[in-house]
């Protein structure tokens, strides 16, 4: 039996829902806080396709996988509604917008030289992201931290991943075995269901089919095709010393390290693209980063300029900008293909377990953590918007960002405080929100007042 759809025919219509993925495609800006927000308040609030519950049980499962872990909640989220295809769909169309976007700014790039347009053009949008980032941190960690134990949980998680840079996955596992031990020593904690008064959540998402083993080996042999036959055609046909070879095995070993999220492997993809292999120069790669930023999809899109410009500038016998576009398509896919592989792998064990006491208990103790680790990027995004130049301080074994006071962009921080008051104070319409965002950050840009 193959889980290709849940067990019954979910209320969510596929038609909706890919119109819904295609909206969060577009307008999923701000890196992995400001993307896991834009769902919450979509998926959870607006849609209520999904509880609070299914949510960050999806959420804790991605936060442990390599690679985008917004893109993966999607997809899983996607697989939960419709099946393999809802997975596909949704995964896709997450990164989709975002890619063809970095591939026109690659485009540009090359043939004017100059991306200051389009950095006008995003900056509005950026600047309202913060209201989505700070929405959803007030929302999940209303919901998700029911106990004082869990708020200090959460505090301990956010020190010791912005003050001591501690390793994500460290923070999960030892999250994880807190929990472990507070399902017996302290259960009205850990088990949301044991405390006195707690209510049973609703959820209309009905339990997947499980495959078993014939499903996982269906999986692999997909990924297989789909992942490494690629990867051997281009050795045997163009070599190692190829470009096209040489991005297709550097983002392969990028796709299973990439734990912790973007941040974790952008310093790491800037060292191998400039210092190894010469793709780009420094100030490109910085250029390539804030435009990421400033672009829907996830953070580490940047890959997609990093493998045109590669390609670009060694075409071989190739068009210069054809060789660009198929080494940014090359490039992303290569990393993209395992995060759908993970989900489709792991998401039936996962869903399967879901029950369990002990991974319940666990699974409170990582949500916990998992909004501390939220707090930080949203911290970190929110002093790269605001602030021209960020230093980082080193003492006592913290490293702490500090921000340069005389650098800070008032016109975003004045954006921002507005886009905030619209949302949580008069509730207006997320759309509506990033649109006059943006068309007051290009009126900004224009004026040279940004």
Not at 5 to 11: E, F, G, L, Q
Not at 111 to 118: A, I, R, S
Not at 394 to 413: D, H, M, Q
């Amino acid at each position: 039996m193959i889980p290709t759809r849940p067990a019954t025919v979910p209320a969510v219509a596929f038609s909706e829902a890919l119109r819904v993925w295609l909206k969060i495609g577009f307008i999923s800006f701000g890196g992995p806080a400001g993307q896991i927000a834009l769902m919450h308040r979509i998926l959870v609030d607006e849609k209520r396709w999904v509880s609070e519950t299914r949510f960050l049980h999806a959420l804790n499962y991605c936060m442990l996988l390599p690679g985008p872990e917004a893109q993966q909640l999607a997809t899983y989220i996607g697989w939960l509604l419709h099946g393999t295809r809802g997975g596909i769909v949704a995964g896709l169309l997450f990164i989709l917008p975002g890619f063809v976007l970095m591939s026109l700014i690659a485009v540009a790039y090359v043939v004017y030289g100059d991306l200051g347009w389009m950095q006008g053009l995003l900056f509005g949008m950026q600047a309202a992201t913060l209201a989505i980032v700070i929405e959803a941190l007030i929302r999940v960690g209303k919901k998700a931290l029911k106990h004082r134990a869990l708020y200090a949980l959460a505090a301990i998680s956010f020190v010791a991943i912005f003050a001591f840079g501690m390793p994500f996955p460290l923070i999960v596992l030892a999250a994880g075995l807190i929990g472990l031990l507070g399902s017996r020593l302290a259960p009205p904690v850990f088990l949301p269901g044991s405390r006195p008064g707690a209510a049973a959540e609703h959820d209309s998402v009905p339990d997947p089919v499980h495959g078993g083993a014939s499903w996982s080996l269906r999986v692999l042999l997909c990924g297989v095709l789909l992942w490494g036959v690629p990867i051997a055609l281009l050795l045997a046909t163009l070599g190692a010393q190829h470009v096209f070879t040489q991005e297709a095995i550097f983002f392969s070993k990028m796709a299973v390290v990439t734990f912790g999220g973007a941040y974790a492997v952008l310093a790491y993809m800037n060292q191998q693209a400039v210092a190894r292999y010469g793709w780009l120069m420094p100030g490109e790669m910085l250029q390539g980063l804030a435009l990421a930023e400033t672009t829907p999809g996830p953070l580490i899109m940047v890959l997609t300029y990093v493998g045109f410009l590669g390609a670009y500038r060694d075409p071989g016998s190739l068009p210069p900008l054809l060789s660009g576009l198929l080494g940014g398509a090359l490039s992303t896919w290569v990393t993209f293909v395992p995060c759908f592989l993970w989900i489709f792998l792991g998401a039936p064990y996962i869903e399967r377990l879901r029950g369990n006491r002990w991974l319940s208990a666990a699974l409170t103790a990582i949500t916990a953590a998992v909004v501390g680790v939220i707090l930080n990027l949203s911290i970190w995004f929110a002093i790269h918007v605001l602030f021209a130049q960020v230093d980082t301080v080193k003492a006592f074994g913290l490293a702490l960002p500090l921000p340069r006071l005389a650098s800070l962009n008032l016109p975003a921080l004045l954006l921002g405080l507005a886009a905030i008051v619209a949302l949580l104070r008069y509730r207006v319409n997320l759309l509506l929100t990033l649109g006059i965002s943006a068309a007051i950050g290009i009126a900004l840009k224009l004026s040279g007042l940004a």
